[in-house]
């Protein structure tokens, strides 16, 4: 069988970083091959490449045998190279119909688009993808789960030769996926080559023919599904065995430090108790979306609850603003790391003593040398790499990134440290940086909240944990009892018939 | 409900003209007859087509402050063109203009597409610039009444089925407008350009083309506007419409196109500009001295940018679900 | 990843010296432009170099850097006042209504700092009360504002300003030195110490950077925007003193088109539109430039519309040539 598409020594670097060297990958018609990989693997560069959005530096794409180049999104498109994207990449204001056909209306014999065909066309392409909605109302007003259809729709609209699918499956629910399963089989028996991206290995053994694996921008290997294991893919993927990546100590846990009750909120969340001990991790599982990172901001003010108290320490605390909460000694490490974390334009040093200037500073005036002084302190202890501490923020990789962020909620000595996906999308050193100084945290008694959407994570970190889904507290499980399939059962809602609904 | 709530902004806006009549009309009856209507419509109409270029430039995250310097120069243009060749037939008078300021459109455009220049800032140097150059050509002289041809000064106030010719402009550009705005990929790319510009890359529009197409249209507007404005006044000079681009911003404001991009319809423009053209012709009607005009405008453009980012606020995102739906 | 080669330890503070920075920056660039206008200046005209005479200069620029260095702050923040000649107007308008009760003149200083205040204020509390736009409030304020002017004076002026009052536009401090030359160094150091040696001033680039991560941060970017509001109001305020002072009469259409001279003159100093970087000496230098490429114009004979066209092609140009230059660095490397 001859490859739909193969790309050749692709290599690809963008200042000071260096994405992709020397990939190679084949994608055959009606098969589907996943591609597997860390974040920061350069998955993402490697889908950009195949749809026109970067140039490679060097290498070849071959269409069918034919040398091409793909110098716009445009002419990926056109060449049937088409993509359904991580972030759902579509118009808030625009139509269903419309979004499913942006650059390729139909159009009527004087050039006008044709709204009428347009949404024919449209309503028979959602048939086809599982989805039976109105095409004319605005996408603004569909969950995201609809909106992933409707992506896949648009997909469908064009001739596809290949279909690039980047977590097709993250925001779906049980159902939903199992009509998107059915539809990847369609869409193999029509012929089109598909490359599946996940991080999902039960779905990868599903639906998968063939995987190719990155780790670091090259490409470790690639063969048939039904030849590997999962373990043998783990360990392409981080290029080691998994087992003992966790650095957890064993802390004598003290008295409560932080005792949340009665937290609600009228759309996002209610009903949350717990405590948090000293020297205790804390891990707060649940899908994505479960409601975790709306209630920490709560908790430091970012957002009001409608009800609830928090008592730190035995006091009662009202917190209405960040700076409130990290006054009070509560600080939190978004998950965000470039929206909401790092201020980037701005040098490491600066970075770090933001929330500590009051300290740093006197009456008021910056005082340079003690900010120095400050995040040097920080920033080895993290074991930072940098060329010096006042370049900028934004020139560093995502982990060293994430390393200063963390470093600038902990120079403001807190008590309580809540770390949202701390160890999202950087890379395996930067990770295991992180999580050593987590539990080095934990054993100097700092009490440590950690939400995580991965399983190993939370079990290899966490003392207790908590699981939320859909908003409430779904399961409390201790470090002796902790198993993947409970963590699971609980955020999915998955429950043994007898015990019936839980409250 | 969704349908609904999308036309909102529009129903909103004929609401609040119609009360704004209304209330005129309680104590001045004269001032709601058809003709009083027809001349109020006639009046705005330069706005209105103004409004129209700024709202396509608006859609795609950008902003043109040199409408009205771009008016001033195309508007001057004609004039001279016209008192140095008076037998020039109109058209193509009008077609110059609009030629020209397509062609200081492009610039802004050009500017905004291939340096990446900050459009704010782009149109704030070419406002300046473009005024600028109208004293180069004319050594800071007026042109007068007298010495514009009257071909050239009667095309807009030429009556034809009894409205004049300028009202019958603006309603072909607002056709125009509508139809480009919904029946081709150009419209649609302004709409995809401003709602999400990184999106917009991966469905294989070029953003800063799109850009550069509404600086185009913006300009051309400008170009047609700048005859219309000199031939309706009989004069040009420097000073024409200086301040007015802020009149144009303040109509789209008003109409509900937002200035984060990617919202508002050419309703939402025409009704915006006729709602600022109501209240400067009720102004005097209802004896308050027309220097309140401009007070009473900067109030409303606060009122609608409120209103607008109240209606605009996203809905957050509802995590919780009652125990029934699973 | 990129940076893994690096030595873990031992960060440097910096990397370059103190020397090394201020060299490769905009505003050096700014001051060998500075140097070079006034060494034309002087060679092009003989007048120019009269200490007299530069004294006289200095007035087309200062009262509008004043506004500029508080302009400069809320740019940096990533939002914009384009109110503030309107407040000029307002201001200057209370005064002259002032004048015709018979007010004396430390009343009216008083009058026309307040004006300002609670012109900043109403901006403020639109934009971080209500989480709107600034460009877009600041607009329409531009019209409120100066229409108010209007609605009091209509085509009328005040005049009969008190003579102690024509000191704040007229008076000199010391030999040539102005007051108002006096005020705009004295206001320079002050913005300047603020932005750069403070944490508020600290707090606004992190503002203007990450708005989301400042908030996160502790930051109370709400607070720092409304006081960055109050002071450009204030600024205003200051200037329409000054301003009022010099002309000794006000009309509604005072200082004119003066924020879009204003916003040039901070962006000519290489204060980033988007917000996030920009320094005050380099609006210090950029007010220089444009003072005395108007006022060698002005001797030349050259009419202001003309040096108007500079400044367009000067904002623009100032931010296309680096662009440019880069491009061409690139292809030649390549």
């Known amino acids: 069988m001859k490859p739909a598409i193969t790309l050749e020594g692709i290599s690809k670097s963008f200042p000071g970083v260096r994405a992709l060297s020397d990939v190679s990958l084949a994608l055959y018609p009606g098969s589907v091959t996943a591609l597997i990989g860390e974040n920061g693997a350069g998955k993402s560069t490697l889908v950009k490449i195949l749809t026109g959005i970067y140039q490679p530096d060097a290498g070849v794409i071959r269409l069918a045998d034919v040398e091409t180049a793909f110098p716009t999104a445009l002419a990926a498109a056109r060449a049937g190279v088409t993509a359904i994207h991580q972030e759902t990449v579509l118009f808030d204001e625009l139509s269903v119909a419309e979004n499913i056909f942006l650059g390729h209306a139909p159009r009527n014999r004087f050039g006008f688009i044709d709204w009428k065909k347009l949404n024919a066309d449209a309503a028979a392409l959602l048939h086809r993808a599982g989805a039976d909605f109105d095409p004319t109302i605005r996408l603004r007003d569909l969950g995201i789960a609809k909106k992933h259809l409707v992506a896949i729709a648009r997909a469908l609209s064009v001739d596809a030769r290949v279909v690039i699918m980047d977590e097709p499956t993250a925001a779906l629910s049980h159902k939903e996926i199992h009509e998107l399963y059915a539809l990847i089989e369609r869409l193999k028996a029509d012929g089109k080559a598909i490359l599946f991206i996940s991080h999902k290995f039960d779905e990868i053994f599903r639906i998968a023919d063939r995987y190719t694996v990155f780790r670091d921008g090259t490409m470790v290997g690639e063969g048939l599904i039904v030849d590997v294991s999962q373990d043998d893919l783990v360990r392409m993927m981080v290029g080691r065995a998994v087992g003992s990546v966790y650095p957890k100590k064993e802390v004598a846990i003290g008295e409560p430090v932080l005792t949340v009750s009665g937290y609600r909120h009228p759309t996002e969340f209610e009903d949350i108790n717990f405590e948090l001990r000293r020297g205790e991790i804390l891990g707060f599982y649940g899908l994505v979306g479960a409601g975790r990172s709306e209630f920490m901001q709560s908790l430091i003010g970012i957002t009001r609850p409608s009800a609830g108290a928090v008592k730190l320490d035995g006091q009662v605390l009202v917190i209405r603003s960040p700076a409130e909460a990290i006054r009070a000694g509560i600080v939190y490490v978004p998950e965000e790391r470039g929206r909401q974390g790092a201020i980037i334009g701005m040098p490491i040093f600066q970075n770090v003593t933001l929330p500590s200037l009051s300290h740093t500073s006197r009456s008021g005036f910056l005082k340079l040398a003690n900010e120095f002084a400050l995040a040097r302190e920080y920033t080895s202890r993290l074991d930072l790499r940098a060329a010096s501490l006042d370049q900028d923020v934004g020139t560093l990789s995502g982990g060293n990134q994430q390393k200063v962020v963390i470093a600038k909620w902990l120079a403001t000595r807190p008590k309580v440290i809540i770390l949202d996906e701390p160890t999202k999308g950087i890379d395996i050193g930067s990770k295991a940086a992180v999580h050593a100084f987590m539990s080095e945290l934990a054993a100097e008694g700092l009490s440590v909240i950690m939400v995580s959407s991965e399983i190993p994570e939370i079990m290899g970190m966490s003392d207790r944990v908590i699981v939320m889904r859909e908003g409430r507290i779904a399961g409390r499980f201790g470090r002796a009892e902790l198993t993947a399939e409970k963590l699971v059962r609980a955020a999915a809602g998955i429950e043994t018939q007898s015990n019936g609904r839980a409250a | ?326 | 990843m990129t940076d893994a080669h690096l030595s873990p330890r031992n960060i440097p503070d910096r990397l370059q010296g103190r020397g090394a920075r201020i060299l490769k920056s905009w505003e050096s660039l700014l001051l060998v432009v500075a140097i070079a206008i006034f060494l034309g200046n002087s060679l092009a005209s003989p007048y120019f170099l009269d200490p007299w005479n530069l004294s006289d200069a200095t007035f087309n620029f200062t009262e509008k850097a004043m506004i500029a260095f508080a302009m400069a702050l809320v740019i940096i923040s990533g939002e914009i006042d384009l109110s503030v000649a309107s407040i000029i107007a307002l201001a200057s308008t209370a005064m002259g209504y002032a004048v015709q009760l018979g007010v004396d003149t430390p009343a009216l200083v008083a009058i026309g700092l307040g004006v300002g205040l609670i012109c900043g204020m109403v901006n403020g509390l639109l934009i971080t009360g209500l989480g709107l736009p600034s460009i877009v409030v600041t607009i329409g304020t531009m019209s409120l504002f100066r229409g108010l002017s209007f609605i009091v004076l209509g085509d009328q002026a005040f005049t009969g300003y008190p003579e102690s009052f024509a000191w704040f536009g007229q008076g000199y401090f010391w030999w040539v030195f102005s007051f108002e030359f006096t005020l705009f160094v004295l206001l320079a150091v002050i913005y300047g110490v603020l932005l750069h040696k403070t944490n508020f001033g600290r707090a606004v680039y992190a503002i203007g950077n990450n708005q989301t991560a400042a908030l996160f941060s502790g930051v109370r970017v709400a607070r720092v925007k409304f006081i960055l509001f109050l002071l450009t109001g204030l600024m205003a305020g200051l200037a329409s003193i000054c301003l009022t002072s010099r002309l000794g009469s006000t009309r509604p259409s005072i200082a004119l088109g003066w924020e879009l001279e204003v916003v040039t003159m901070v962006v000519l100093g290489g204060v980033n539109i988007l917000g996030g970087s920009g320094t005050i000496p380099g609006v210090v230098l950029a007010a220089l430039i444009m003072g005395m490429v108007t006022f060698g114009f002005g001797l030349l004979n050259v009419p202001g519309i003309v040096m108007s066209i500079f400044i367009g092609l000067l904002l623009i140009s100032v931010i296309a040539l680096p662009i440019l230059w880069q491009r061409a660095r690139r292809r030649l490397a390549h």
């Open chain 2, 1 to 326: 409900m969704m349908a609904k709530l999308l036309k909102n902004r529009e129903i909103l806006l004929v609401v609040a003209i119609v009360a704004l009549v209304a209330l005129i009309a309680l104590r001045f009856p004269a001032f709601v007859t058809p003709a009083s209507f027809a001349r109020v419509y006639n009046d705005t109409s330069i706005l209105i087509i103004l409004a129209l270029g700024q709202m396509a430039v608006i859609l795609t995250r950008c902003i043109d402050l040199s409408m009205a310097a771009n008016l001033a120069l195309s508007g001057m243009v004609a004039a001279m063109l016209n008192t140095a060749f008076p037998g020039l037939p109109i058209p193509l008078v009008i077609l110059v203009a609009m030629a020209l300021g397509c062609l200081l459109g492009m610039i802004n455009g050009t500017l905004v597409w291939k340096l990446n220049i900050p459009p704010i800032v782009v149109t704030l140097g070419t406002l300046t610039i473009y005024r600028g150059l109208i004293f180069l050509l004319t050594d800071g002289k007026w042109i007068n009444a007298h010495e514009m041809s009257d071909a050239f000064k009667a095309l807009p106030r030429l009556g034809l089925a009894g409205v004049p010719v300028l009202s019958w402009l603006s309603l072909l550009m607002i056709a125009l407008m509508f139809l480009v705005m919904s029946r081709t990929p150009l419209g649609r790319a302004f709409y995809a350009v401003g709602g999400n510009p990184h999106a917009a890359v991966y469905t294989g529009i070029d953003v800063g083309r799109t850009r550069f197409f509404a600086y185009c249209l913006s300009g051309t507007l400008a170009g047609l506007s700048g005859y219309l404005w000199v031939s309706r006044y009989a004069v040009a000079y420097v000073d024409i419409a200086a301040g007015f681009e802020l009149d144009i911003i303040a109509a789209c404001v008003i109409g509900g196109i937002s200035i984060a991009g990617g919202i508002g319809s050419v309703a939402g423009a025409v009704l915006g500009a006729l709602f600022l053209g109501v209240i400067k012709n009720a102004l005097p009607v209802i004896n308050i001295s027309p220097f309140a005009q401009m007070a009473i405008s900067g109030t409303v453009i606060i009122i609608a940018v409120a209103v607008n980012a109240r209606a605009e606020k996203r809905k957050g995102r509802v995590i919780l679900r009652k125990a029934e739906a699973v």
